[in-house]
């Protein structure tokens, strides 16, 4: 008895619950987190004198029999209350069922299942956290890379790389607001809601939530119970969209590079990045965009799903209540991960993409900028002026690199001819001219804030790692207050056990 009272106090002592035979982690399931409750219930009714000491030291002995009997190999790990009790009553007699005033299936297992959804959103920050470190990463590397950037499906203008990723990690930094929002909402324990209406046995609400990891309790009872566990998978289906939107644009423009005979950003041959195609020897398919980018499409569908559970029904069905939240988080968490892969299996190719720019007139907005900034040319009308070049230059196929000076002022005097208010002579110089066509030079010097210029990078990065740096201390921050909590229940259902 003596072994068995030392086995059982190691395992309420411990932070995670372990499987006391085999000397694993068992797993955090509806049954552990059951356990958990009737711990916390025991220990504060013990302390509030709502059971006797006696009581509170039997009760705390047959329910570790249970949980030390469930984290056995092959043990039974029910995961609902009117399952789980018969086991306390068999440990402990039908006297332990006091153990159950002031309390309800209904706040209990959405207890539960918002301690398991806590945990998932946790690891949805970090992974989401390593995925930017990542973007940040490869930014870093590509400051000097020129490509063009693409609107309504055609080459628009010349950016940098890093501006671009830059771009990408803004939302997703935007993404983890939204997480952490909905955890401040998620994180508030509904027990003692009991099923809607509170109870008549004074169980003590904000100590349970402290000593469950909770940051506080769900007000209201009705609330606690009916209304939010119906909201929670919309919430989590709307941060979970946001992440598949962003990632399925990046995705999208990447897989356009695998139409091109000589593409510039391509993944990392091998790895499950790419596969070869069984007949053509030439293909390369590009195996893990085509499947994170349907995997975020399936997120999509069961983000939506618990819309449509939630939709037109009363508080107090059980259609939407948390029901799908969880599928929602660990499809979200898979894509995530899948999309820092791919990070780290990009290869550019700067020198093919500047190529790519000097091949199309992405740069033809600078004349019309050049003009109206030296000159006072209108802009509407340097736009007409470097649309005419870029008609005639694609109508004799002329890249910008091999288009004359000479033709740029034949083309600009027939306008003038048009419009006496203007000189009659391009007022750009060969130089000027050569300097609007060059994508280098024009990334480099944008002239605004949140520009691809490289004094606004070097403000983007230091605002985007210390974004970072406190996304990373949020996570392992509310993830610390989980675990003291735990530990802290543990310690205090041992002392009960002694």
């Known amino acids: 008895m003596r072994k068995f009272l030392a086995a059982l106090l190691l395992c309420a002592a411990s932070g995670t ?10 797993p955090r399931d509806n049954f552990y987190w059951l356990g958990q409750i009737n711990k916390a219930t025991a220990v504060i009714n013990t302390d509030e004198g709502l059971l ?7 009760f705390a002995m047959g329910l570790q029999r ?3 009997q469930g984290d056995e190999p092959g043990g039974q790990r029910p995961g609902l209350v009117i399952t789980f009790e018969p086991l306390l009553i068999d440990a402990a007699g039908p006297e332990i069922t006091k153990l159950h005033a002031g309390r309800s299936s209904q706040d209990m297992l959405t207890t539960v299942s918002l301690a398991m959804q806590r945990e998932q959103a946790l690891e ?6 390593e995925m930017q470190r990542s973007l940040l990463k490869l930014a870093e590397k590509q400051q000097r890379t020129i490509l063009p950037n693409y609107t309504n499906g055609v080459a628009a203008q010349p950016n940098s790389f890093a501006h671009y990723l830059l771009a990408y990690n803004a939302a997703f930094d935007r993404d983890m607001q939204r997480l952490q929002a909905y955890y401040k909402r998620l994180n508030r324990s509904p027990m003692g809601a009991t099923v809607l209406n509170g109870t008549g046995w004074p169980l003590d609400r904000d100590r349970m939530a402290d000593l469950l990891g909770f940051d506080e309790i769900a007000y209201n009872t009705y609330d606690a119970g009916q209304v939010f566990p ?3 998978p919309v919430e989590m289906g709307a941060v979970a969209s946001s992440i598949a939107i962003h990632m399925g644009s990046f995705i999208e423009e990447i897989m356009q590079q695998y139409a091109q005979p000589r593409p510039w950003i391509l993944l990392r041959e091998g790895d499950g990045n790419t596969y070869v195609s069984s007949a053509m020897p030439q293909k390369r398919n590009p195996g893990i965009l085509n499947k994170a980018r349907t995997d975020c499409s399936t997120l999509l569908g069961t983000a939506v799903g618990g819309v449509f559970r939630a939709h037109n029904i009363p508080a107090g069905m059980a259609d939407g209540r948390l029901l799908g939240t969880d599928s929602i988080t660990r499809q979200t968490i898979s894509v995530v991960k899948q999309f820092n892969k791919i990070l780290n299996a990009l290869e550019v190719n700067p020198e093919r993409a500047l190529e790519e720019l000097n091949l199309d007139w992405t740069c033809s907005q600078e004349i ?15 736009h007409h002026f470097a649309s005419e070049i870029v008609t005639y230059a ?9 288009f004359t000076y000479a033709d740029a002022c034949a083309i600009y005097q027939r306008l003038a001819q048009e419009d006496a208010a203007l000189p009659q002579k391009l007022p750009l110089t060969e130089a000027e001219f050569r300097a609007c066509l060059d994508p280098v030079a024009i990334v480099n010097n944008r002239a605004v804030k949140g520009g691809p210029q490289p004094s606004e990078l070097k403000i983007m990065f230091a605002q985007a790692d210390k974004d970072l740096a406190q996304n990373i201390n949020w996570q392992k921050q509310a993830a610390a207050k989980v675990a ?13 056990l002694r």
């Open 52 to 58: 006797t000491k006696e009581q509170g030291h039997k």
């Open 17 to 26: 619950a372990l499987n006391c035979a085999a000397g694993e982690a068992a």
């Open 368 to 382: 019309a900028d050049e003009l109206m900034r030296k000159y006072e040319v209108p802009f509407r009308t340097g």
């Open 484 to 496: 003291d909590a735990e530990m802290k229940l543990n310690n205090e259902f041992a002392a009960l």
């Open 66 to 68: 249970v949980l030390a």
């Open 124 to 129: 949805l920050a970090a992974a989401l956290n």
């Open 394 to 402: 694609r109508a004799h196929n002329i890249p910008p690199s091999e």
């Open 230 to 232: 119906q909201e929670a």
